[in-house]
């Protein structure tokens, strides 16, 4: 079978009922995507397929060989990260790490999604959804985090998606802890 | 998983020339037939993909109505502007389904066909007439919370998961198929499912290797539409109890209404004496709860899914007094 | 004083007023740090326990009981091993562990699986070229079994309860007499409270890789909190010698204690590893680590508070109902947290222990604490409704001056400070008794917060390198915890080299022993063996600069004392070491040492459907000093949410025909999602703990949880004037309290 994986060409000789996310972990050694359920539902899997986010544990690879297919790898790297991984470091929005590869490339495909002007299940106007915390909260709901960083990840996507942040930049609510803690 | 054999259908016609060896299944998005699969709850000998064909349109239909085909993602549907302008119920009901991964993966005619989440069908060491016929069922007189009160039997007390599918069932939509002989069918979803009596594991009236092509939505209804989905946590749960709900009022009474419930039965839920009890009628509280006590004269709780009755009851006076400014 | 020595040891058997984090210049100490492995995380660079490569890797997948009590008669490997891709079907009725090992326990755990005590029990696994042929041969397997007796329903086995022997806490303690104060009370409350099982589901499920060197040694790529003592419990189920086996844990995703002892994937591979001749990795299905890792255990709490009419407390009983495995000792402590909690003359705290044949119960995220502050917590709101007093008053006013049990004092309490500070922040003041907002009622709650503090021994190697770089190594585990940034922000501040500059290795059973994570202590004890090591570097480099240590001042990689100021690089010659050593002394007993917090929530409860939506969440929190001020409240976020979840949405569902764990999935064990947690407020007060370490840190990775389901209750309970005693507090269970709709 061929793939094309962050923009570059595969040939793997796979099992027939290999999910992309297990071609992408154990064959092609691309392990950013995590495993936590192998049933889309936990979201630790989420890749973008052609720009939209899916749970590769729920996807056959043989059925998307003609696909570009996005991981974590794909959307940077240390030293060249996506503006959303550095938000992520800013904000803490994680703690163990394992969630954190699925949460960027959905919050990626959600940012994506909102552009497009898609509704959630929390928008008042299915016509004009606004952006704010509780859809963030909703959009991103497939992804768990048992670290529970959530408030952190919502920071982080808000920060980035909104040219002028409405809550604290990092940097303040940093300058904020530093004095709470701080003999 | 067990192994299949597998092949990439390029047309309708195709995909049901393809399907016909025993064992043969059809794929789409896959989120709950591979879900099953690993489980090997479901064992396809043979997968026939059917992700590619040109049914990924939504078109306007001659009668005013959509003609959805089947391959349409969730979240395409649900973002439609024709869908939000004009059948908010479907959009509310499908962004209330799942996540946004799920629904980007997940078709129009594969939600339709939801296995149940029943904890003892997706057990293999559990009794279960729906996977395996005859074996009995291990949900009653088991945990059954999630389960149903309505429609049930003896054998099978699951049920359908979907929200989408229930507010198809609330707007009457109409199941376009191609049969392996090439034939063509309509079948209203009115029609399209079965209850479980002694076969539960036979849930729809689909031919073996009929493929759904297109949902036909009739013109958009008059009145006001509302999902509201009941869940154990805010969200990423299936519904414990889900009303779909269109009410069209003229002069102060109700003139139309249809109703859908999901959550109840093994089917997406719909009883004519639920609809009948408030035609005609003012929007009065006593008008809603008698609508109500229709919907659940014959419920029947199983122990851990008696709560279903009170809940369905006060979710659909809720969903009435919100679509009828009462 | 520390001449040619490389350990600096430090017993605490005494006070450690001053500590080298007050007197640094660097200014690395509390500051908010990102995280030093934040950048590998976030770009999938990180390295979990089933992601080393290894040629000729071989994929196991287990095979799980289908009964729930009884043995195996016959396993039928040859109806498997022609599938294509099958290499073997591997079992080993003796050594394959039938339970997970318990947290810091050296030995093994119990083994033998020809008998099944539970349903979903490891029983084999099987063996494959590619994880798909492994997972569909393993559900294939044809297995016979006999079924045998076992009990699945706790009422049943009611009767046979007893109390367990002493563990962290005691089985049984008594002081005085409650029934007595409870009958002579003009104000008392006796209720019972019950909790479900619940999982930790980590996001990572369980996973080792076994590998078998040359020299007959095993390395075990393992997802583990405590590689030292998992190490001993590996290499005893495996009748090895503890220096054959090495455990690497770089990374782990998720413990929540679920990963404190070996679980049965790890003997598994490696028997599976070595009997095929090539390294196996096994990881667990999330299934799998449902049934058969651990679950905290289910509770039945008997909650008395006896009160004088001004509400200081004259009794506290809290008789408790848990259970285990027939023959396994462990229990959930649920009395832990009531010990130290609140004075009051006489006490009873109890266990009774129920065995049945569910999956072994274990530690869960602040074992006792998590749960029996949800008895007390809901309890101590009762009763301030009984007495007409605010819940806040009613705790500060029994707040206990010194160890209401052992008369000691604590080491350092902020229980009254952080109720009122979080009072004031939350704007408790304006609770109301009733608040609508359209279809929502909305309500406030609040409970205290306790959590006991350890001190665990624990050993660090830093290296100073001739760069001027710096190396921190030890067998101490990051969890998300953030261990690998406070370690780093510790030595950075005495040593003064910036963090940037300070490489970690840690999660590997080659470098010094260290207690590893689990109840809170990693900070404390891996953070003062860190400090040990580096005051000793102090000490040589002040003597290669032939100054005083306490004239010496290190920052931003310089030394400079006596009017130089050198490189500490150049100071360094070819390189300095020095191993750091602390172990717990007299100062545990002769101070009662916990870290103290106060939770307040606001809820909506849905006056149609009774959904509980958490609206505002706040805790506030004294733990010591705040090592890093980004990744402790990371740390309390976390236990916040765990409690919401323990409140309102997780419930493990055992089936009292065959004990078997019906949601055994993340669909229907609901964790909570993104949606049902609020944007929630963390606030620390100033703390030193001078009897808890040379770090004056104390644990913070459970306090956060302690009473935050309770806040979260008695909010529920202020909104709707529906007081739930049978948690989670779901919907169904608020139904008939809520108004009528006709």
């Known amino acids: 079978m061929h793939f094309t994986i962050n923009g570059r060409a595969y040939e793997a000789d796979v099992d027939i009922r290999t999910s992309i996310l297990d071609l992408c972990r154990e064959h092609l050694g691309l392990t950013g995507a995590k495993k936590g359920c192998d049933h889309g539902q936990c979201g630790a899997c989420t890749v973008l397929i052609d720009g939209r986010r899916v749970n590769s544990c729920l996807t056959l690879a043989v059925m998307h060989q003609d696909d570009e297919i996005t991981t974590i790898e794909g959307l940077g790297q240390i030293g060249d990260p996506h503006p959303l991984q550095e938000a992520f470091v800013r904000h803490d929005g994680y703690q163990c790490g394992y969630c954190t590869p699925g949460q960027i490339c959905s919050a990626v495909g959600m940012l994506d999604e909102v552009a497009k002007g898609w509704p959630s299940h929390v928008s008042e106007d299915l016509a004009a959804p606004l952006l704010d915390d509780g859809e963030i909260s909703e959009r991103m709901s497939g992804n768990l985090c048992r670290c529970a960083a959530y408030p952190n990840i919502v920071d982080a996507i808000r920060e980035v998606a909104q040219a002028e942040p409405e809550g604290r930049t990092a940097d303040e609510k940093d300058a904020a802890m530093i004095g709470e803690v701080l003999a | ?326 | 004083m520390f001449g040619l020595g490389t350990t600096n040891s430090l017993t605490m058997d005494k006070p450690h007023p001053s500590s080298l984090l007050d007197t640094g210049v660097q200014g690395a100490i509390s500051r908010p740090f990102d995280r030093v492995d934040g950048p590998k995380k976030v770009s999938g660079a990180a390295t979990y326990a089933a992601e080393y490569e290894f040629d000729n890797l071989a994929y196991g997948f287990l095979v799980s009981a289908r009964i729930g009590a009884g043995k195996v008669v016959s396993i039928d490997a040859d109806a498997v091993r022609s599938l294509p891709g099958v290499i073997d079907v591997v079992w080993d009725f003796k050594r394959f562990i039938r339970v997970a090992g318990q947290g810091g326990e050296t030995k093994a755990p119990t083994q033998g699986v020809q008998e099944i005590a539970f349903s979903g029990e490891i029983i084999a696994i099987v063996v494959a070229e590619s994880y798909e042929a492994a997972r569909d041969a393993a559900l294939q397997l044809p297995v016979t079994y006999e079924a045998g007796q076992g009990v699945f329903d706790l009422a049943v086995n009611r009767d046979e309860a007893y109390t367990p022997p002493d563990l962290v806490t005691p089985g049984h303690f008594a002081q005085g007499d409650v029934d007595k104060a409870m009958a002579e009370a003009p104000v008392s409350i006796d209720v019972t409270y019950t909790t479900p099982s619940q999982n930790s589901a980590a996001m990572e499920p369980h996973a080792s890789t076994a590998v078998w060197e040359e020299d007959g040694s095993l390395t075990l790529y393992g997802a583990y909190q405590m590689p030292t003592s998992d190490a001993s419990q590996l290499a005893k189920s495996l009748g090895l010698s503890a220096k054959k086996v090495r455990i690497v844990s770089r990374y782990i995703g998720g413990g929540f204690g679920s990963k404190l002892g070996i679980a049965p994937e790890s003997v598994a591979a490696a028997i599976a590893a070595k009997q095929v001749g090539r390294p196996v990795k096994a990881v667990m299905a999330r299934q799998q680590v449902f049934e058969a890792t651990v679950r905290r255990s289910n509770t039945e709490q008997r909650l008395r508070l006896a009160a004088n009419a001004d509400g200081r407390l004259a009794a506290i009983g809290q008789e408790s109902y848990v259970s285990n495995q027939p023959g396994e000792d462990y229990f959930e402590p649920v009395g832990i947290g009531t010990h130290m909690l609140y004075a009051g003359e006489n006490r009873l705290i109890s266990h009774l222990q129920i065995p049945v044949n569910y999956v072994l119960s274990g530690s869960m995220r602040a074992p006792g604490e998590a749960v029996g502050m949800i008895g007390l917590e809901c309890a101590m709101d009762e009763l301030a409704e009984r007495l007409g007093m605010d819940p806040v008053a009613l705790r500060k006013l029994n707040d206990a001056s010194i160890d209401p049990e052992k008369g000691v004092p604590f080491s350092s309490r902020s229980l009254t400070a952080a109720l009122d500070e979080g009072a004031r922040r939350f704007g408790w003041k304006e609770r109301p008794v009733a608040r609508r907002d359209g279809e929502w009622l909305v309500g406030m709650g609040m409970a205290s917060a306790v959590r006991g503090n350890m001190l665990m021994e624990s050993s660090a190697k830093v290296e100073i390198h001739p760069d001027g770089s710096a190396t921190v190594s030890s067998a101490m585990t990051d969890i998300g915890t953030g261990s690998y940034t406070i370690l780093a922000q510790i030595a950075s501040e005495i040593l003064g080299i910036p963090v940037a500059r300070i490489t970690l290795e840690l999660g590997d059973t080659n470098a010094p022993p260290a207690a590893g994570s689990g109840g809170s202590w990693g900070a404390g004890s891996s953070g003062s063996a860190v400090y040990l090591a580096c005051e000793m570097l102090k000490d040589k480099l002040a003597k290669a600069m032939d100054v005083e240590a306490d004239a010496l001042t290190l920052k931003d990689g310089m030394a400079i004392g006596a009017n130089r100021s050198v490189s500490i690089g150049e100071l360094a010659g070819e390189g300095l070491e020095a191993t750091g050593h602390i172990k717990p002394g007299k100062q545990e007993k002769e101070t009662t040492q916990a870290s103290f917090g106060a939770h307040f929530a606001e809820v909506g409860v849905n006056m149609v459907t009774g959904e509980i939506r958490v609206r505002r969440m706040l805790g506030v929190f004294a733990a010591g000093r705040v090592l890093n001020a980004k990744t402790a409240r990371s740390q309390c976020l976390g236990g916040m949410t765990f409690g919401i979840g323990a409140a309102l949405t997780e419930e493990l569902y055992h089936d009292t025909r065959n004990g078997k764990l019906v949601n055994h999935d993340l669909a229907e064990y609901h964790v909570p999602v993104n949606a049902d947690v609020p944007q929630l407020e963390v606030h620390f007060l100033q703390e030193r703990d001078i009897h808890a370490n040379p770090i004056h840190a104390k644990g913070i990775g459970e306090l956060g949880i302690s009473g935050a389901a309770a806040a979260v209750a008695n909010a529920v309970y202020n909104a709707t004037g529906v007081r739930v005693r049978e948690f989670p507090i779901t919907l169904d269970k608020l139904l008939a309290g809520l108004p009528d709709m006709k």
């Open chain 2, 1 to 326: 998983m067990k192994s299949f054999i597998y092949e990439k259908a390029d047309t309708p016609e195709a995909a049901v020339r393809d399907i016909a060896t025993d064992g043969a299944r059809f794929i789409a998005g896959g989120t709950n037939l591979l879900d099953l699969m690993k489980l090997q709850v479901e064992t396809p000998a043979k997968l026939v993909d059917i992700s590619r064909l040109d049914l990924a349109t939504i078109d306007d239909a001659e009668d005013g109505g959509l003609l959805i085909g089947a391959m349409v993602p969730n979240s395409d549907l649900a973002a439609d502007p024709r869908v939000i302008a004009n059948y908010e119920v479907l959009s509310r009901a499908l962004l209330a389904g799942a996540s946004g991964q799920l629904r980007n993966k997940a078709s129009t005619g594969g939600n339709l066909l939801q296995r149940t989440r029943c904890y003892y069908f997706y057990d293999l060491a559990s009794r279960c007439n729906k996977r395996s016929p005859g074996s009995g069922c291990d949900a009653i007189g088991g945990i059954n919370r999630i389960l149903a009160v309505l429609g049930t039997s003896e054998h099978c007390i699951a049920t359908h998961p979907s929200d989408m599918a229930v507010a198809m069932r609330a707007l009457d939509a109409t199941i376009v198929t191609l049969k392996a002989d090439g034939d063509r069918r309509r079948i209203p979803i009115h029609d399209f499912y079965r209850l479980p009596g002694d076969t539960p594991h036979i849930e729809t009236v689909l031919e073996r290797g009929e493929l759904i092509t297109h949902i036909a939505l009739p013109k958009p209804p008059s009145g006001r539409q509302s999902y509201r989905k009941v869940r154990d946590r805010a969200s990423y749960a299936f519904a414990l109890v889900s009303v779909a709900g269109i009410i069209g009022m003229e002069s102060g009474r109700i003139a139309n209404a249809s109703l859908a419930f999901g959550g109840l039965g093994p089917m997406p839920w719909r009883d004519p004496a639920v609809e009948a009890a408030l035609i005609g009628q003012a929007p009065t509280i006593d008008a809603f709860a008698a609508a109500a006590d229709a919907l659940v004269a014959d419920a029947k709780g199983h122990g851990s899914n008696d709560f279903k009755l009170p809940l369905a009851r006060r979710t659909l006076i809720a969903v009435l007094r919100d679509l009828t400014g009462a």
